[in-house]
C-alpha cells in the first residue's frame, strides 16, 4: 500500500524532493480513509451512484484535492479494497494518524455515505458502528455524528 502512495503523490501532488515520511504519512491516512468510505458504500451488496459520488465529494473536500487527484486517490483505495481481507489495516492507520476530533469527522463522512442513497441499510450501519468502535470513538459521539449527517440531509431536501 505504501508503493501504491508513494508513486500517487511522486507523481501527482509533489516533485520528487519533497516526499518525507511526513507526506508519506500523510498519503496513507488519506488512502486508508478513502477505502473506509469506499467499504462503507460496498457493505449493501450495491454501490449507487449517489454512493460513489459522496465518496468523491468527502475525499476531494476532505482533503482539498482537484476532481483528477480525487479520482486517481479513489481508484487507487477501491483497488486496495478489493485486495484486502478486512478494514483493519485501514482503521489502524487512520486511528494512530488522527486526533478524537478527526476520527469523528471520518465517521460523519462515513454517514454521508450511508445516508447518499436515501437508505439506511443495517450492514452499512454495522460496519460504521464497527469503524466507529475500531476507532475508539464514543457511543455518543457516534450517534451524534449520524444525527448531524442525518438531519442535515433533512434540512436540505
Same mark, same amino acid.
Given at each position: 500500500m505504501i508503493e501504491a502512495i508513494q508513486r500517487f503523490y511522486k507523481n501527482r501532488l509533489s516533485s520528487?524532493? /519533497?516526499?518525507t515520511s511526513q507526506k508519506n504519512t500523510n498519503s496513507a491516512l488519506k488512502l486508508a480513509t478513502a477505502a473506509l468510505l469506499i467499504e462503507v458504500s460496498r457493505a449493501d451488496g450495491?454501490? @449507487?451512484q449517489e454512493e460513489r459520488d459522496s465518496v468523491a465529494t468527502a475525499v476531494q473536500e476532505a482533503f482539498?484535492?482537484?476532481? @483528477?487527484e480525487t479520482d486517481e486517490?479513489?481508484?487507487m483505495a477501491d483497488g486496495e479494497v478489493e485486495e484486502s481481507v478486512c478494514s483493519y489495516e485501514f482503521t489502524r492507520l487512520v486511528k494512530n494518524g488522527y486526533s478524537?476530533?478527526?476520527?469523528?469527522?471520518?465517521i460523519e463522512l462515513l454517514w454521508q455515505v450511508v445516508?447518499? /442513497?436515501?437508505e439506511k441499510d443495517k450492514h452499512e450501519e454495522h460496519l460504521v458502528r464497527r469503524i466507529a468502535d475500531l476507532l475508539h470513538v464514543s457511543h455518543k459521539d457516534f450517534?451524534?455524528?449520524k444525527l448531524k449527517v442525518k438531519n442535515g440531509l433533512e434540512h436540505d431536501a
Open positions: 520528487p524532493s /519533497d516526499v450495491e454501490v @449507487k482539498a484535492l482537484t476532481e @483528477k486517490l479513489i481508484r478524537y476530533e478527526q476520527k469523528i469527522y471520518i445516508f447518499a /442513497d436515501l450517534i451524534r455524528a
